[in-house]
Every structure is written in C-alpha cells, then in structure tokens.
C-alpha cells in the first residue's frame, strides 16, 4: 500500500504538459518583444510535439496574465502588459491619464428605465423612477479595455441624458449638478466574456475578465450611481493599499 502511495503521489506531482509549454513559449515572447507575433497553434503544436489542446492552455493562461493578446481574424501577438489601476473613487478618465495613456469613451446606449425595486433602493428613489442607464466602451490609446454601464436617478440629475458623451461623466456631474464623491462601495469578481462582451472588446469568448459593480455616494452620503463595468483581464489588474485594523481604532 505504501508503494501504491508513493506512486500516486509522484503522479500528482507530475508537471502539466501546458505548464512545461509555458516556459517555452515566454522565450519566444521575450524574443518578438511587445507587439511581436506568435505562430498559430498547429505550428507550435508541430514545432514543441504537443497536441493543439497543449498549446490552447498554454496561451489562454499567457493571455489571462497579459503576456499575449489575441486579435480575431489575425492572430496572436506578444502583449504589452497589464494596467495597473490602483483602488480609490476616481473617474476611468483619471485612471487612464495618470498611465500615460489617452482615454476615450464611445456611448453605447442612453436609455431612461423605471427603477426596480433592488435599484431603486441602492439609488434611494421610488419604485418605478426614471433612472438613465448609461453603457460606455472605455478604451485606451484606442484599444478597448472595459464595458462600463451606469446607472443615476433623473429625479435628481434632470437633463443628464443631455449633457453625457464622450467626457467625463464625474465632471459633468460636478460641473452641473454641484456633486462632490465621498465614498463608494466597490466588489470584485471574475467572469468570462459573452459573445457580446468579446465583440466590443476584441477578444475571444470565454476570456477571463474582471467585473467590477460601485455603489457611489456623494459627501453627504447620498447615493450618486450604481455601475457595473467588466474589464479585460488580460490588461487590467487592481492593487489596494490595506491598512491593519488596529492603527484605525
């Protein structure tokens, strides 16, 4: 029985073949630099002896850690690296400049909805209030990066239909409705893109991304919004700065 153990125990031990692809393939990325394509997945599957499912793993997990990047109908090319987006109440369009990088946003849709009860709760209107929902492309140096999708009470932003584009909309929010942030509650989550999220972002289906959902609330701690956005996981990731609870006490 030990010997059964020992051996089942050097079988679980084993090395993935995608994980040992892996380390071979990060040469050939340090090699093209960023922006360099890669050989499709039967030529490397021919070149390393592995199966094409070998290959697939092996670039979906170089993907998801922002080494690559995959253009449909192109192929697949070395990536620049991921944006690191520190945690705090701050529009995409500081976030972006702070990078270096130009944010531009393209709207997608501006439709006025009654509230449901669950939202009309977070927003503190009635049942039933016009809410406007607002749906964002964010991109960066023109290469999408999230879908974001807003939602604000009309009965306290009257006119806000009006005045949004591709600005943004905490300085329009500041600039005409007087609203200074406070504070907002925000979670984290992992999903994977729909046909519809991969088709605005250009990436493929079933691609990890991150989906973020912010209740906002303004410094007399009114609620402002409730926004849910999902971002690239290939060229997004968050950092926090976490503080012990005894220094707070």
């Known amino acids: ?8 125990g050097r079988k ?10 892996k380390d071979r393939l990060l040469a050939m990325v340090a090699a093209a630099g960023p922006g360099g394509p890669l050989p499709g997945e039967r030529a490397l599957a021919e070149g390393f002896g592995v199966s094409r499912t070998t290959v697939r793993k092996a670039l979906t997990e170089l993907m998801a850690e922002g080494r690559l990047t995959r253009v449909h109908g192109s192929g697949t090319y070395v990536g620049s690296g991921k944006v690191t987006q520190r945690l705090q109440l701050s529009s995409y ?34 049942a039933g209030a016009d ?36 600005t943004s909309l905490y300085r329009v929010l500041w600039e005409h409705y007087g609203v200074e942030l406070g504070h907002a509650e925000e979670t984290i989550e992992t999903t994977l893109a729909t046909p519809a999220d991969a ?25 402002v919004e409730w926004v849910r956005s999902v971002y690239r996981g290939d060229r997004y990731k968050f950092v926090a700065t976490l503080v012990s609870p005894r220094e707070v006490e």
């Open 1 to 8: 029985m030990a010997d059964n153990l020992a051996e089942n």
């Open 199 to 223: 088709a605005l972002l250009g990436n493929e289906v079933g691609a990890v991304m991150l989906r973020l959902s912010r209740h906002s609330f303004d410094t007399d701690n009114r609620p």
């Open 93 to 126: 369009t500081e976030d972006m400049r702070s990078h270096g990088l130009n944010p531009t946003s393209s709207l997608l849709e501006a439709a006025i909805e009654a509230a449901e009860p669950e939202l009309a709760a977070l927003l503190a209107v009635p």
């Open 131 to 166: 809410v406007l929902r607002l749906r964002r492309l964010r991109s960066a140096d023109g290469e999408p990066m999230a879908i974001e999708t807003s939602r604000l009470p009309l009965t306290r932003f009257p006119g806000l239909e009006a005045r949004v584009g591709d």
């Open 12 to 21: 679980s031990a084993r090395t993935p073949k995608h994980w040992a692809l």
